[in-house]
């Protein structure tokens, strides 16, 4: 099992956002949580990359407790967290955005290729590489923050609301960048709007209402649950 979450609770003062929830993501799986505004998806996703402390509960990553690590050390165990709305530093070209992302790193060379196989998926970026980051549009800047997270070799990238901004064409370019991310061996929970696109990206769904989880389920399940197609695909 790659990470395993138990009862978690997380608090911010006295509002209970996340009241004991439990969840697993194995290998090989694109994981999601579903939810409306307010629901708390963020705050798992916080918790669990180290942006928030936990009131309680347990966090495993690769056998290891980490409720209580530094983001930094969660980025070195290859955790990494895509915020919601993340942006590109604007002044500065897309080639430094994509060697910050490697900031924790050492080796050199497999930084470098690393930096070779970003420019093979997303030729653009190579293209441009010399530019400043904030003449790159909104899609591209996307590519620019998803590849830069890269950087730090995650083998588990959980990602807020990818899709949100983009155009629809946009939004499938998103998609398929994704699928390719993970065929490379990099699992992913994704926090999602856009269910629709959230299920058929993932292997596996958890639903969230007010802080807990109310449903969970396969991708088959949950698109065939008639309160998820209410509440989440508009059918
Ligand atoms: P959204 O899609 O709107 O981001 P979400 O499901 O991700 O929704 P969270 O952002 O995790 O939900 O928020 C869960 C609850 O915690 C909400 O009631 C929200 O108002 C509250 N909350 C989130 N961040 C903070 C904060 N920094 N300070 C205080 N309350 C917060």
């Given at each position: 099992?790659?990470?395993?979450?138990?009862?978690?609770?997380?608090?911010?003062?006295?509002?209970e956002?996340?009241?004991?929830?439990?969840?697993?993501?194995?290998?090989?799986?694109?994981?999601?949580?579903?939810?409306?505004?307010?629901?708390?998806?963020?705050?798992?996703?916080?918790?669990?990359?180290?942006?928030?402390?936990?009131?309680?509960?347990?966090?495993?990553?690769?056998?290891?407790?980490?409720?209580?690590?530094?983001?930094?050390?969660?980025?070195?165990?290859?955790?990494c967290?895509?915020?919601?709305?993340?942006?590109?530093?604007?002044?500065?070209?897309?080639?430094?955005?994509?060697?910050?992302?490697?900031?924790?790193?050492?080796?050199?060379?497999?930084?470098?290729?690393?930096?070779?196989?970003?420019?093979?998926?997303?030729?653009?970026?190579?293209?441009?590489?010399?530019?400043?980051?904030?003449?790159?549009?909104?899609?591209?800047q996307?590519?620019?923050?998803?590849?830069?997270?890269?950087?730090?070799?995650?083998?588990?990238?959980?990602?807020?609301?990818?899709?949100?901004?983009?155009?629809?064409?946009?939004?499938?370019?998103?998609?398929?960048?994704?699928?390719?991310?993970?065929?490379?061996?990099?699992?992913?929970?994704i926090?999602?709007?856009?269910?629709?696109?959230?299920?058929?990206?993932?292997?596996?769904?958890?639903?969230?209402?007010?802080?807990?989880?109310?449903?969970?389920?396969?991708?088959?399940e949950?698109?065939?649950?008639?309160?998820?197609?209410?509440?989440?695909?508009?059918?």
């Amino acid at each position: 099992m790659l990470l395993c979450v138990k009862d978690l609770k997380v608090h911010y003062g006295k509002l209970e956002a996340v009241k004991g929830i439990s969840l697993e993501v194995f290998r090989d799986e694109i994981v999601t949580i579903l939810g409306a505004n307010g629901a708390g998806k963020s705050t798992v996703l916080k918790a669990i990359s180290g942006f928030k402390q936990i009131t309680s509960g347990e966090i495993w990553f690769l056998g290891k407790r980490i409720d209580r690590e530094s983001v930094a050390n969660l980025v070195k165990s290859g955790i990494c967290y895509i915020l919601e709305g993340q942006r590109v530093f604007r002044d500065m070209n897309v080639e430094s955005n994509l060697i910050l992302g490697a900031y924790l790193r050492n080796d050199k060379e497999g930084i470098r290729k690393d930096l070779e196989r970003i420019y093979i998926y997303f030729p653009v970026l190579k293209q441009r590489r010399k530019q400043k980051a904030g003449s790159l549009s909104g899609g591209e800047q996307q590519m620019l923050v998803i590849s830069r997270a890269l950087m730090s070799r995650p083998k588990l990238l959980l990602m807020d609301e990818p899709s949100n901004g983009l155009s629809p064409f946009m939004v499938d370019e998103v998609a398929s960048i994704i699928k390719e991310i993970h065929k490379d061996g990099i699992d992913i929970i994704i926090v999602e709007q856009n269910a629709l696109l959230a299920l058929n990206l993932a292997k596996r769904g958890y639903v969230m209402e007010v802080g807990k989880i109310v449903l969970e389920g396969s991708r088959e399940e949950l698109l065939k649950d008639e309160k998820i197609k209410k509440a989440y695909l508009g059918v």
